[in-house]
C-alpha cells in the first residue's frame, strides 16, 4: 500500500460493529479503510446467541429506548437480507411459583407486541402446553406458555456481508492486518499495520480513525494509541452449547433460570440444538476465551429442569464461548449491566478525531453505524445521508418472505443438487448461489468433494470472495460445516486452502 493515500476514515475492527460502519460510510462517499486482525467475525461476532432480538429481559432493567431501537430494527433487518435472518417463534413456558409472576411476563410482551413497528411479525399468543406440540419435550410441569416472535441470525455472515458490500462500494477492507500503532501527525493520522501472514508492515493515512475492536477497544486504546487510565468496557463472557437435536419443532425456547437469569434452546443447523448462554465476568485476553467447566454443568443442568430427557455433557457436540464488551456503567451484577452502546468521539484542538465504540449488539449494528456516521460527519465534514435501510447485503435482494421461492428457482436451474444442500447454499448465499455455481451441470462440476456437502466450487468462492484463509474460517464462519466434517477432512481442507494461499502468493 502506498503511504501516500489519506483514507477519510480509517476503521479498527472487522466485527459487526466495523463492517457495518465501513459499509455505511463508503456507501455515503467516505474513502475508508479497515484492517481485520485475524478472520472477519472471529471475535465477539461469531460468538453470539445469533438472535435479532428486543431483549425482553432488558425490560425489566428499564432499557426502553435499547429495546424500543432493537425491536424496530426486527423487520428492517430481515427485509435487508432474508437468507441469513429469519423470523423465530419463541415459546416461553411457565409454572406458578417461577421466578417472574405471569403478570410481568405479560406486560413485557405487551410492550414487546406494542413499541416495536412490528408489521409482518405474528403477535404474542400463549398456548396449553398439554396439547400444543411445543409441550412435548418439556416436563409435565409445564402446562402453560407464552409465545412471542424475534429473529434468528447468522451472526458470522451477516458480519462478513457487510465487509462484502463495503469492498463492492470501494472500501479497502484487509483481512488478517493487524494494527500496531496510530498516532496523530500533521492533523492527520498515522495508523502502522502489520500482515499477520507475511509480518510486512505499511504506514496509512487518515482522516479520522474509529476504534470498533469490541473487547479489544480499551487495549487498542491504551496500546496502540498509547492513552493512560483506560478503563471503558466491562468484559463479560458467554458460553454456549450445542448438542444432538432435543426436539423436532421449529420454535426456540426460552427458559426462565431458579436464578432468574435466562436461558435459550434453539433449533440450530437442522440436526442439533444450541443451549445458552452465561454470563460471568471475564479478566483475561478475549482471544482466549473458552468455556469452562462450571459453565458446562450449568447450562445442561439449567435445561435439564425443563427438558424430559436431561441434557448431559456426553450430547454435546460442540461449544463456543465469546466476550462481551459492555460499556461499564458500574451495574453490580454482569447480567445487570447495559446492553446499550456508547460512541465517544475526541476531537479537541483541532487535531485528528477519535471514534471509540463501546458496546452494541448485532441487533442494533445498524443503527449504531448510522450514529457513528453522525459523529464521523461532525468531525471531518458531512456526506451522503443515511441509506442502509431499504437497501440489501450481497445475495439479499429477494422479498423477505421469500426464501422457499429462491429454493425452488435454484432447484429448477441445477436439478442436480439434492434439496438439503440447495436449501443451505440459499441460506448462505441468497441470490448469489448462482454466481457461486456458474455452468455447473452436475455434481462432477462441483469440483474436489471435501464432506458433507462441501465442494471446491463453494471453497473457492469463500476463498475468492469472502476472504476465506483457514480451514476454520470455512467451517466454523462462513459455514458450519465444522459441525458434519470429520478431522481428517478438516485437515483435507486445511491442505487444500493453505495450497490456495500460497498459489495466490
Ligand atoms: C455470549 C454472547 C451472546 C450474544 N448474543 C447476542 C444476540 O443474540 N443478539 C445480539 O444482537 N447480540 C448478541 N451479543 C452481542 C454481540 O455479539 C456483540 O455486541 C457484537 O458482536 C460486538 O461486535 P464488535 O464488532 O463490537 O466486536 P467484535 O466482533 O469482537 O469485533 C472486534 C474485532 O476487532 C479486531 N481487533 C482487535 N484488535 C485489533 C487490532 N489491533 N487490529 C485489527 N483488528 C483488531 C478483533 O479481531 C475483532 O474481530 C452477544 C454477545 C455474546 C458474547
Request: net charge neutral; charged share 25%; aromatic share 10%.
Amino acid at each position: 500500500m502506498s503511504e501516500q493515500a489519506i483514507f477519510d476514515v480509517f476503521i479498527i475492527g472487522g466485527g459487526i460493529n466495523g463492517c457495518g460502519i465501513a459499509r455505511d460510510a463508503t456507501g455515503r462517499g467516505y474513502s475508508v479503510a479497515l484492517a481485520e486482525m485475524n478472520d472477519f467475525a472471529s471475535g465477539t461476532s461469531s460468538g453470539s446467541t445469533k438472535l435479532i432480538h428486543g431483549g425482553l429481559r432488558y425490560l425489566e432493567h428499564y432499557e426502553f429506548r435499547l429495546v424500543r431501537e432493537a425491536l424496530m430494527e426486527r423487520e428492517v433487518l430481515w427485509a435487508m437480507a432474508p437468507h441469513v435472518i429469519w423470523p423465530m417463534r419463541f415459546v416461553l413456558p411457565y409454572h406458578k411459583g417461577g421466578p417472574r409472576p405471569a403478570w410481568l411476563i405479560r406486560l413485557g410482551l405487551f410492550l414487546y407486541d406494542h413499541i416495536g413497528g412490528r408489521q409482518l411479525l405474528p403477535a404474542t399468543g400463549t398456548l396449553d402446553m398439554t396439547r400444543d406440540p411445543a409441550g412435548a419435550p418439556l416436563k409435565r410441569l409445564f402446562t402453560k406458555a407464552f409465545e412471542y416472535s424475534d429473529g434468528w441470525v447468522n451472526d458470522a455472515r451477516l458480519v462478513v456481508l457487510n465487509a462484502r458490500d463495503a469492498a463492492d462500494r470501494g472500501a479497502q477492507i484487509m483481512a488478517r492486518t493487524r494494527v500496531v500503532a496510530a498516532h496523530r501527525k500533521d492533523g492527520r493520522w498515522a495508523v502502522e499495520t502489520e500482515n499477520m501472514a507475511t509480518g510486512a508492515r505499511a504506514t496509512v493515512r487518515a482522516r479520522m480513525l474509529v476504534n470498533a475492536t469490541g473487547p479489544w477497544v480499551d487495549q487498542v486504546l491504551a496500546g496502540a494509541i498509547g492513552k493512560n487510565d483506560v478503563h471503558n468496557v466491562r468484559l463479560v463472557q458467554g458460553s454456549h452449547i450445542v448438542v444432538k437435536k432435543k426436539f423436532d419443532d421449529p420454535r426456540a425456547y426460552f427458559f426462565q433460570n431458579p436464578d432468574g437469569r435466562i436461558m435459550f434452546a434453539i433449533p440450530y443447523e437442522d440436526d442439533f440444538t444450541l443451549i445458552g448462554t452465561t454470563d460471568r465476568d471475564y479478566t483475561g485476553n478475549p482471544a482466549d476465551v473458552r468455556i469452562s467447566d462450571a459453565e458446562i454443568d450449568y447450562l445442561c443442568s439449567a435445561a435439564s429442569e425443563y427438558f424430559a430427557d436431561p441434557v448431559t455433557r456426553g450430547d454435546i457436540v460442540w461449544t463456543y464461548s465469546a466476550v462481551r464488551p459492555l460499556y461499564d456503567d458500574g451495574a453490580s451484577k454482569a447480567q445487570e449491566a447495559t446492553r446499550d452502546y456508547v460512541l465517544r468521539l475526541e476531537s479537541q484542538n483541532g487535531e485528528a478525531p477519535l471514534l471509540n465504540v463501546f458496546g452494541g449488539k448485532l441487533t442494533t449494528y445498524r443503527r449504531l453505524a448510522e450514529s457513528a456516521l453522525e459523529k464521523i460527519g461532525e468531525a471531518i465534514g458531512v456526506r451522503g445521508g443515511k441509506w442502509t435501510a431499504g437497501s440489501h447485503l450481497p445475495g439479499g435482494d429477494f422479498p423477505a418472505t421469500g426464501y422457499d421461492a429462491e429454493v425452488a428457482k435454484l432447484k429448477a436451474r441445477y436439478p442436480f443438487l439434492a434439496k438439503p444442500h440447495a436449501r443451505r447454499l440459499v441460506r448462505l448465499y441468497g441470490t448469489e448461489t448462482g454466481r457461486l455455481l456458474g455452468s455447473a451441470a452436475s455434481e462432477a462440476d462441483l469440483g474436489r468433494h471435501f464432506g458433507a456437502d462441501l465442494y471446491e466450487i463453494e471453497v473457492d468462492w469463500l476463498i475468492g470472495q469472502e476472504w476465506a484463509r483457514r480451514a476454520e474460517d470455512v467451517l466454523w464462519r462462513r459455514t458450519k460445516l465444522g459441525l458434519k466434517l470429520s478431522p481428517a477432512e478438516a485437515v483435507e481442507l486445511e491442505g487444500y486452502m493453505r495450497d490456495a494461499a500460497n498459489a495466490a502468493a
